[in-house]
């Protein structure tokens, strides 16, 4: 995992916070370190989800991200369920498309891009 340091160097004009190739590439040390038990999150996350998980469901993580979550998720439910993915930035779904073995051997998994705009409420994604 690369360290995070995005914002190390002194920059005479900071530019808009976003979730590109840069950010995507430190995104994972950059919630270790900056969100408290982090690790204990994820782990209870899995746990939560593996006992009310039901066959024939699907579990979404709307922003995905790097996958962190959803790696957890694939790895404590047991149940027959598909997963899915949604994140609006391509940076962070090809981050998780290559995540080591974050995906392999479910066949029941997506990765969606999504934009940012709110998705009404009688429609579905596909």
Known sequence: ??????????ETQIGGF????????????MLDRSVPLYTELQR?????????AK?????YDLGCSTGITMA?????VRQDVQ??????????????RCAPGAFT????????????????CSSRSS
Not at 72 to 76: C, P, Q, S
Request: cysteine-free.
């Open 105 to 120: 051997g479910w066949s029941a998994k997506r990765l969606a891009r999504k934009s940012r705009s709110p998705w009404p």
């Open 55 to 59: 066959d024939g469901t699907a579990i």
């Open 18 to 29: 976003n979730f590109g190739e840069k950010t995507a590439e430190v995104f994972d040390d």
């Open 44 to 52: 209870m996350i899995g746990e939560i989800a593996a006992e009310f």
């Open 83 to 96: 997963f899915v993915g949604v994140d609006y930035s391509d940076a962070m779904l090809a981050r998780a």
């Open 72 to 76: 957890t998720l694939m790895g404590a």
């Open 1 to 10: 995992m690369k360290r995070d340091e995005l914002f190390a160097k002194k």
